[in-house]
């Protein structure tokens, strides 16, 4: 039985002052039957650790360099954000992939850092509008997992989020047959490439414009695992409402 997580990505927003929203958060869930990650900017990291402690709420990176030190001005490694007490590591998002440029290959090599520093990658992929209204959907998710995830993938280190790029903080929304026929294919790809044990462990999320309103039916998708949720992780009682979602599709 795959564990339900409900992760937050807060991009490039929160200030010291926005960290009680972690307190809220524990607070609203102290026996939470599912997994809950907030992944604040890098500033944050370290507060963020010490601020759930005693908390339900374990913290992740948002990205990190493929080594592990180095001359490598403003980025972080993965042992500096194990060193900081992350549990997880957000690698290929798709804004990472636009904006940053980086291709399958250097995410499927952020992953093997993430790896190698003990933590848990939780790798997105997904297609564009324009290659979904191309009819290329399964294509681009195929090449995808292909080249991005690496050979060493487990249940224990993989965590895989689908997110349609045209959703994220859009407001659009796949259809639930959308969403059904993407998560069904990235499980049977994963079992064929991995094998049926580690096929059928790793945690699939879908992520891209997931509130309170749309996730209780997201929930009910066989092969949805969670969300990775952007502008909702924001706010404690944004979020808490998609946790509790979560939770009652778990009972």
């Given at each position: 039985?795959?564990?339900?997580?409900?992760a937050?990505?807060?991009?490039?927003?929160?200030?010291?002052?926005?960290?009680?929203?972690?307190?809220?958060?524990?607070?609203?869930?102290?026996?939470?039957?599912?997994?809950?990650?907030?992944?604040?900017?890098?500033?944050?990291?370290?507060?963020?650790?010490?601020?759930?402690?005693d908390?339900?709420?374990?913290i992740?990176?948002q990205?990190?360099?493929?080594?592990?030190?180095?001359?490598?001005?403003?980025?972080?490694?993965?042992?500096?954000?194990?060193?900081?007490?992350?549990?997880?590591?957000?690698?290929?998002?798709?804004?990472r992939?636009?904006?940053?440029?980086?291709t399958?290959?250097d995410?499927?090599?952020?992953?093997?850092?993430?790896?190698?520093?003990?933590?848990?990658?939780?790798?997105?992929?997904?297609?564009?509008?324009?290659?979904?209204?191309?009819?290329?959907?399964?294509?681009?998710?195929?090449?995808?997992?292909?080249?991005?995830?690496?050979q060493?993938?487990?249940?224990?280190?993989?965590?895989?989020a689908?997110e349609?790029?045209?959703?994220?903080?859009?407001?659009?929304?796949p259809?639930?047959?959308?969403?059904?026929?993407?998560?069904?294919?990235?499980?049977?790809?994963?079992?064929?490439?991995?094998?049926?044990?580690?096929?059928?462990?790793?945690?699939?999320?879908?992520?891209?414009?997931?509130?309170?309103?749309?996730a209780?039916?997201?929930?009910?998708?066989a092969?949805?695992?969670?969300?990775?949720?952007?502008?909702?992780?924001?706010?404690?009682s944004?979020?808490?409402?998609?946790?509790?979602?979560?939770e009652?599709?778990?009972?």
């Amino acid at each position: 039985m795959r564990r339900k997580m409900a992760a937050g990505n807060w991009k490039m927003n929160g200030l010291r002052a926005q960290l009680g929203e972690l307190d809220d958060l524990g607070s609203a869930h102290p026996n939470a039957s599912c997994d809950i990650v907030i992944c604040p900017p890098a500033t944050l990291v370290a507060p963020a650790v010490a601020r759930t402690k005693d908390s339900t709420v374990s913290i992740g990176g948002q990205d990190c360099h493929t080594q592990v030190k180095g001359a490598h001005t403003g980025d972080v490694s993965a042992p500096m954000l194990a060193d900081a007490g992350v549990t997880y590591i957000i690698t290929g998002h798709s804004e990472r992939r636009q904006d940053h440029h980086e291709t399958d290959d250097d995410v499927s090599a952020k992953t093997q850092a993430v790896w190698a520093a003990g933590l848990t990658s939780i790798l997105c992929i997904g297609e564009s509008k324009a290659q979904r209204e191309a009819d290329e959907t399964l294509d681009v998710i195929a090449r995808q997992l292909a080249a991005s995830v690496p050979q060493d993938a487990s249940a224990d280190n993989l965590v895989i989020a689908y997110e349609p790029i045209w959703a994220i903080g859009t407001g659009l929304v796949p259809t639930p047959e959308q969403i059904d026929e993407v998560h069904k294919f990235m499980r049977a790809t994963l079992q064929d490439r991995f094998g049926d044990q580690i096929g059928n462990g790793i945690r699939l999320l879908y992520g891209g414009s997931v509130n309170a309103g749309n996730a209780s039916t997201i929930f009910t998708i066989a092969d949805v695992d969670g969300a990775l949720v952007g502008g909702a992780s924001l706010k404690s009682s944004d979020f808490s409402q998609i946790i509790s979602a979560l939770e009652h599709s778990n009972a």
